[in-house]
C-alpha cells in the first residue's frame, strides 16, 4: 500500500509559477511510475506528466510541453510538478498518483494508477 500526500498549490496570477510536491510512503518502490492528473468539475480526470521511478524518463500531455517538469527524488520518495507560466485554463484539482502503467497510452490513463493523493486546488486568475 502506498500513501501519496501532496503538497503546494494554491492561486497564482495568469504567468506564474508554482510548484506541487508528492511525498510516498509504504510501498514506494513496488510502483514503476508516478504521474499528475488534474480534473475540473463536470469533466474526466486529465493526464498532464508522468515520470517513470527507475530511470526518470519521462511523459507530458503536449499542452504542457515547456512549461511543466516533473521530477523525482528517488531517496526522499517525491516527486515534483514545477508549473510555469500559467494559464487560466491550466485551474483544476491536481492529482498525484503511482502504479504500473507499462505502454503510453497507459501511461496517461487513470485507469492504471493504483495510488492517490488527496489533490491540491490550483487556481490560475487572469
Known amino acids: 500500500q502506498v500513501q501519496l500526500v501532496e503538497s503546494g498549490g494554491g492561486l497564482v496570477q495568469a504567468g506564474g509559477s508554482l510548484r506541487l510536491s508528492c511525498a510516498a510512503s509504504?510501498?514506494?518502490?513496488?510502483?514503476?511510475?508516478m504521474a499528475w492528473f488534474r480534473q475540473v468539475p463536470g469533466k474526466e480526470r486529465e493526464f498532464v506528466a508522468a515520470?517513470?521511478?527507475?530511470?526518470?524518463?519521462?511523459l507530458y500531455k503536449d499542452s504542457m510541453k515547456g512549461r511543466f517538469t516533473i521530477s523525482r527524488d528517488n531517496p526522499r520518495n517525491t516527486v515534483t510538478l514545477q508549473m510555469n507560466s500559467l494559464k487560466p485554463e491550466d485551474t483544476a484539482v491536481y492529482y498525484c498518483?503511482?502504479?504500473?502503467?507499462?505502454?503510453?497510452?497507459?501511461?496517461?490513463?487513470?485507469?492504471?494508477?493504483?495510488?492517490w493523493g488527496q489533490g491540491s486546488q490550483v487556481t490560475v486568475s487572469s
Open positions: 509504504g510501498g514506494y518502490f513496488s510502483v514503476n511510475a
Open positions: 515520470i517513470r521511478r527507475s530511470d526518470g524518463s519521462t
Open positions: 498518483t503511482a502504479g504500473n502503467p507499462i505502454t503510453i497510452s497507459e501511461i496517461m490513463s487513470p485507469q492504471k494508477y493504483l495510488y
